[in-house]
């Protein structure tokens, strides 16, 4: 059995260290899209609950 070496260059390094950072800030950008468009979801289906409570809420503080 032979044992194999990885033998690069600097700038080979530095090409794959920022192929990952690009990929981590993609992955970065879709995990916030998705907390944005979660957000945005909710506010539409869960609106008239949104206004309820705060209907209850103003309610309760002028007691």
Request: aromatic share 8%; no cysteine; proline share 0%.
């Amino acid at each position: 059995m032979s044992a194999r070496t990885a033998v690069g260059t600097e700038s080979d390094n530095l090409a794959v260290y920022e192929e990952e950072r690009s990929m981590e800030f993609l992955i970065f950008l879709a995990v916030i899209a998705a907390i944005g468009g979660g957000v945005l979801w909710g506010r539409k289906n869960f609106r008239s609950e949104i206004e309820r409570a705060k209907r209850i809420r103003r309610a309760n503080k002028n007691k």
